[in-house]
């Protein structure tokens, strides 16, 4: 049972697809990381990916769809290398460890501002209110974090930014839940979460944003080149995108969006019932309305408990349940893959435990 | 039969041991590719592709070894970002058309010259003597591509370089024989023709030149990010990393570099002479001296006997033998995957057809 933060589960039909064809993808005799990406049987994945984060988060015509390489961290960068000019200012909310490493990158490339921080004492425990944000109606783009992983808190509304571009790291909750892709400028979401495994970052960006970027930076990385090409410009990573493709398959055969919104609903329900219940035994740093249905962070009483609770874990076959060294106690990532089952067994236990 | 120019044939071995673990890394009840990066299981991995670099190259401890993302393309740009610093010239070595690219991505981002080209007529076949270079003794670095994957050319012996850093784009031919690493400052390749999937790119730089780098771009581009995280500044690309491992292992138990070479060499030969010894039926248009052991280029007398030359091929399960668009003719990629035997079905067949 991994409750790895990420690289995270992946669905089980999605891997044993890759592994009865990884000698042979479609009667080719050759493995799909094999073939030319340029050929035909390595094309219709790639186009059967991309025609999936389509279908899936309901991208409409404004938005192209890349798949690069390089990670969320990469598009801290290239994000405002692309959209960020001289003269210019962007916006970050800063609502975890992501969104202040984004914000430092961000640096390195133009003027950043801080739009909003709920950060006190060092941790992030809530997502700011509308209110609370000071936006700068000219500034670039507003950046935010949606999910954060190492805190727990995700965005339930995302913040009205009027004219200004809303871009968002999503790779902690892209694909849990429908959303309305036209309220964003640029989505990117590393893969290693919700979406298959590492070395792919997903880039959904509406085309006059693509069209008005940067070109004083070097062709690789330019979105221009990648929407141009197809994100084929240059060896794309073809195992990865085909991973995607399986994963993205899978949960379109399991209903789709709505279909996991509801099954991560429920699983998130399954631990937050057990730390409500028991508030005099598990509790957590996390602002109630700003709970995370990806990343359930709690801590119980001393540091001792805590090493019997994940060493008692382990024993039943539940991994990843430690918390990120910068905050410490238990974290459970509930990710799309992470079977129900799993986070019954969880919450079963953590009753046990404390019973 | 996979004579692809790259993505290519991967050693079976590293296949079939991806496919047998691909649920179950070493017991764990996971794939590879939903361990965390930050796990032991994963970075016994890592660490292993890492070290099998360093062997089967004899990579000298004056250099590091970076697994990065994004291929050879993106270090046409962050191989200057880092080594050319503004007031500085850099000298490239052109060709053949990955040469231009990278040229010409280091001219986005800095001052670069030709230091020599043997295009003629755009086209490439052969590779410059020492004598016909024109080198800036004051470079930041002089630039190669090792092996010309199009033109099917190949530096036997390395440019003298003086004191100024050999750069190498080595993506189509690393790994092939042993060299010495210690007369360059930076060798990028990248993975998917010698060393695994795409989706990675191997680096090997010199200490000095990491240390010294420019530190007036974003911090995921310099490669003092990555060499102080040991590859794990962000997450890698973990299952092209596992790869990398399989094939560099069956690499060694097969006898590695020494062996490689002397495979490599009989590979090549078995076509070329098929070529010289029909040269009124088949031609190539490289020449002799340039010859590459990794893309033997041919062509038949008229487009109309190509195209039956191909379809035949395919007939007999060899695929991938189409040259690039821009040269046109055959192109058999007989890369450290391909096997001994099918090059002999190539040549033989090469025979037969002529006959």
């Known amino acids: 049972m991994n409750f790895n933060a990420g690289p995270a589960a ?53 938005h192209l769809i890349l798949l690069l390489q390089g990670g969320a961290s990469q598009q801290f960068a290239t994000g405002p290398m692309n959209l960020l000019p001289a003269g210019k200012s962007a916006d970050y909310m800063l609502t975890g460890s992501w969104s202040q490493k984004a914000y430092k990158e961000g ?12 950060e006190k004492d060092g941790k992030f425990g809530r997502i700011p209110a509308q209110s609370e944000l000071s936006l700068d109606a000219n500034a670039a783009y507003a950046h935010i974090t949606s999910n954060n992983t190492i805190f727990g808190t995700q965005w339930d509304k995302f913040p009205e930014t009027g004219n200004v571009p809303l871009v968002a790291d999503m790779s902690s909750d892209i694909m849990w839940r429908p959303i309305d892709v036209s309220k964003f400028g640029l989505i990117y979401a590393g893969a290693q ?120 874990a382990q024993k039943r076959k539940m991994v990843g349940l430690k918390g990120h060294r910068s905050v410490g106690g238990m974290r459970a990532s509930i990710y799309n893959a992470v079977e129900t089952a799993w986070v019954k067994a969880l919450a079963d236990f953590m009753r046990e435990f404390k019973a």
Chains 1, 2 share one sequence.
């Open 10 to 62: 992946l669905p089980l039909a999605a891997l044993e697809r890759a592994q009865a064809e990884l000698l042979d993808l479609g009667g080719t005799g050759m493995s799909v990381m094999e073939h030319s990406h340029r050929g035909k049987a390595y094309e219709a994945v790639h186009n059967e990916a991309i025609a999936l984060v389509r279908e899936l988060l309901a991208v409409p015509e404004s």
């Open 107 to 118: 640096k390195t490339v133009g003027t950043v501002r801080v739009a909003g921080t709920t």
């Open 193 to 312: 979460k919700n979406l298959g495994p590492s070395g792919l970052v997903v880039v959904i960006v509406r085309k006059d944003l693509v069209e008005g970027g940067r070109k004083d930076i070097p062709v690789i990385f330019q979105y221009r080149t990648h929407a141009e090409n197809n994100s084929l410009y240059n060896t794309p990573p073809t195992f990865s995108i085909y991973l995607l493709r399986n994963v993205l398959d899978d949960v379109k055969k399991n209903g789709g969006l709505k279909a996991m919104e509801q099954r991560n609903r429920d699983k998130a329900k399954l631990l937050y019932d057990v730390i409500d219940s028991r508030s005099d035994f598990f509790s957590t740093p996390v602002d109630k309305a700003a709970r995370s249905t990806m990343n359930v962070v709690f801590t119980l009483k001393t540091p001792e408990l805590e090493a019997e609770f994940l060493a008692e």
